[in-house]
């Protein structure tokens, strides 16, 4: 069944600016800007594709209002759908590493009308997430 599976939301970082292209500089934003305790992702995917660990995955994100307590956050340095393929791959290795402990990927605009261009993948690219999650 799926109970207790984690929906992974995926957002973009919304800067384009190399020297953003990290999750320090994210964490000492939502830190020091906006009080949080820690970075609100999980996980935060540089241009080339490594794969930085935000906060533990049994603790709760901070990233997308109403479902933090039920999902993961993934963060993709850029530009709404600027990605690269390094990072596409990864999001993909990524969903792939997660997929026994996920019911669905879907992007932050899915969950919050407010957040029209967070991520902005297009259908496609949602849907191909998809198929690699284990939904036994
Ligand atoms: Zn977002």
Redesign the pocket.
């Given at each position: 069944m799926i109970k207790g599976k984690k929906i992974l939301v995926v957002?973009c970082s919304d800067s384009d600016y190399k020297t953003h292209d990290d999750i320090s500089v994210i964490r000492k934003w939502h830190v020091e800007e906006r009080n949080f305790v820690d970075v609100g992702y999980h996980f935060f995917i540089k241009k080339d594709g490594t794969i930085q660990k935000g906060r533990k995955l049994k603790v709760n994100g901070a990233?997308c209002r109403g479902i933090n307590s039920k999902s993961w956050g993934v963060c993709l340095s850029g530009k709404s759908n600027s990605f690269t393929q390094a990072q596409m791959k990864a999001l993909e290795q990524l969903t792939i590493q997660l997929s026994d402990r996920i019911r669905l990927v879907d992007q932050?605009s899915a969950f919050d009308a407010k957040?029209p261009f967070?991520?902005g993948l297009n259908d496609n690219q949602v849907k191909y997430l998809n198929n690699l999650v284990n939904v036994a």
């Open positions: 957002h990233h932050h957040k967070c991520a």
